[in-house]
């Protein structure tokens, strides 16, 4: 099983629509937990960090479920630039080793 | 943005060449790290550093040889590389304590 796995995309959504991303670990030991974006020959950028009571910024929500090692992004309201692949990274405690899944590739249409 | 910078952004090498990637970041972390990201497949890690010692190196073949001289910067040095190691390597730093990552702009290597 590989150690962090996501949905295998690509999603295709119309403005304004609003799309899910989830994402597993098999690691129970992760504790830090992180949603990036990557445009096309960019490097990554950091979305948001997943906290274990959920968080928000904007149209973007994050959830963490530990118990079923499951993460999702939310994303409402979708815009054009919104266009990217959204990276799932775990870490485990006192990890210095930040664990990339193979990300979801969003494209949102006019 | 220039909290990490990454020269060069391309390069294009034979196989009996040697070069070497260099890192550098301003954001006063003390972890820095080497990635690859080849087409279709999640970004790797090479490579990490934390306070200028190595702490994990995933099986990286011994023609890439990384190098830390200080908590700013970080080199990988290539030689006699594969077409298959054509790639972006990504360089990133952290601060140690599960905080995130930023990343450079990458390098694309291309090795003919």
């Known amino acids: 099983r590989k150690e962090v796995e996501q949905d295998p995309g690509p999603f295709n959504v119309p403005e304004g629509a609003t799309v899910a991303f989830n994402c597993t670990y098999s690691?129970?030991?992760?504790?830090?937990f992180f949603w990036y974006r990557q445009d096309c020959r960019k490097e990554p950028k950091l979305l948001m960090s997943?906290?274990?009571s959920g968080n928000e910024d904007g149209r973007f929500t994050a959830q963490l479920n530990r118990a079923s090692q499951y993460i999702s992004l939310l994303i409402r309201d979708s815009k054009l630039s919104d266009s990217a692949t959204y990276l799932c990274v775990v870490m485990a405690a006192g990890g210095q080793n930040f664990v990339f899944g193979p990300g979801t590739r969003l494209s949102v249409l006019p | 943005e220039t909290g990490v910078t990454q020269t060069p952004r391309h390069l294009v090498m034979g196989m009996t060449n040697k070069k070497s990637l260099k890192c550098e970041q301003h954001l006063g972390h003390n972890a820095m790290y080497w990635y690859k990201q080849s087409a279709k497949k999640p970004l790797e890690l090479m490579f990490v550093?934390?306070?200028?010692?190595?702490?994990e190196n995933n099986s990286v073949p011994s023609r890439f040889s990384p190098e830390c001289p200080n908590s700013s910067h970080l080199f990988l040095h290539l030689h006699t590389l594969q077409p298959e190691d054509s790639a972006l390597y990504l360089c990133?730093?952290?601060?140690?304590?599960?905080?995130?990552?930023?990343f450079g702009q990458g390098t694309r290597l291309t090795v003919v």
């Open positions: 997943v906290y274990s």
């Open positions: 990133a730093s952290s601060q140690t304590g599960n905080t995130e990552a930023f």
């Open positions: 690691n129970s030991a992760s504790q830090s």
């Open positions: 550093y934390s306070l200028e010692e190595r702490v």
